[in-house]
């Protein structure tokens, strides 16, 4: 059985900075490109950034850019994101994922999401 488990969501401020872990288990972490979406309130779900296995390569979307660090360890089977100079239109929840698919940035191409966490950024 797979899951993925994320933590580290809560309350900041605006400006401030949170890291966000997701550990997965049940897949062979290696194989999957691992990636982070995010929902806000009467908003569709949108890519955030993805990590590929294979050779480490990174994909962002743009308004992160700078901000947001993905990383991961796959000795711990463990993904996260590093989120800095958070923006109050950023308050979402966060959703790991985990896909085997090239298309990185649909959220349909991802076989595994975790159950969320809330990010809240307060001005």
């Known amino acids: 059985q797979v899951q993925l488990v994320e933590s580290g969501g809560g309350l900041v401020q605006a400006g401030g900075s949170l890291r966000l872990s997701c550990a997965a288990s049940g897949l062979t972490f290696t194989r999957y490109t691992m990636g982070w979406f995010r929902q806000a309130p009467g908003k569709e779900r949108e890519f955030v950034v993805a990590?590929?296995?294979?050779?480490?390569?990174?994909y962002y979307v743009d308004s992160v850019e700078g901000r947001f660090t993905i990383s991961r360890d796959n000795a711990k089977n463990t993904v996260y994101l590093h989120m800095n100079s958070l923006k109050t239109e950023e308050t979402a929840v966060y959703y790991c994922a985990a896909s085997d698919s090239i298309y990185y940035w649909r959220d349909a191409s991802y076989k595994y999401w975790g159950q969320g966490t809330q990010v809240t950024v307060a001005s």
């Open positions: 990590t590929r296995s294979s050779d480490g390569s990174t």
